[in-house]
T-cell receptor
């Protein structure tokens, strides 16, 4: 049983395209997150949703739009992809808001050409 | 969150004990110390959390001195599969605005 799953695992696309990454958690957690990890392994939070409501929206271009159809799912849609968007994107969840104990998905490796 | 400082990398050999120290001089009263482990091509995984003194689980031990301004993650008898990046985080378990930011972590390389 995968606790936090993401699809796709790899995503290679051209500049200017629009793509989506899906995330699902079966832990019954209320809060879900999207993180971006750069090539130096720094992992920064992008968004957080609690019970389908946005609670964190860091300084992220508005080309990135999260969507939470229910508290078990948090998808990330990216418009007009740029070279700098190439990174690994991790979804995570936690039992309560702001918890320091979070459960991460396997990551989606995005390469923009 | 309190700022943390940890070594960039450490090398070790199979069977040795690895100790990674994290400095967090401005830790607040309500802050907990949490360590994550990230294997190549995987997401970070929670391994241990503590508030003071010593915490031990099946994976690691966490030593926290009385002033709590640092903490040491101890990995006993490491194997090749313990090669990973280890992140130290400090924060209140339920505080509003607790935005987790992972630094560069400590890259541990276990050699045969």
């Amino acid at each position: 049983d995968t606790a936090v799953s993401q699809t796709p695992k790899y995503l290679v696309t051209q500049m200017g395209n629009d793509k989506s990454i899906k995330c699902e958690q079966n832990l019954g957690h209320d809060t879900m997150y999207w993180y971006k990890q750069d090539s130096k392994k720094f992992l920064k939070i992008m968004f957080s949703y609690n019970n389908k409501e946005l609670i964190i929206n860091e300084t992220v271009p508005n080309r990135f739009s999260p969507k939470s159809p229910d508290k078990a799912h948090l998808n990330l849609h990216i418009n007009s992809l740029e070279l700098g968007d190439s990174a690994v994107y991790f979804c995570a969840s936690s039992q309560v808001v702001w918890a320091v104990t979070q459960y991460f998905g396997p990551g989606t490796r995005l390469l923009v050409l | 969150l309190a700022k943390t400082t940890q070594p960039i990398s450490m090398d070790s050999y199979e069977g040795q004990e690895v100790n990674i120290t994290c400095s967090h001089n401005n830790i607040a009263t309500n802050d907990y110390i949490t360590w994550y482990q990230q294997f190549p091509s995987q997401g970070p995984r929670f391994i241990i959390q503590g508030y003071k003194t010593k915490v031990t689980n099946e994976v690691a031990s966490l030593f926290i001195p009385a002033d709590r301004k640092s903490s040491t993650l101890s990995l006993p008898r490491v194997s090749l599969s313990d090669t990973a990046v280890y992140y130290c985080l400090v924060g209140d378990r339920g505080a509003a605005g607790n935005k987790l930011t992972f630094g560069g972590g400590t890259r541990v390389l276990v050699k045969p």
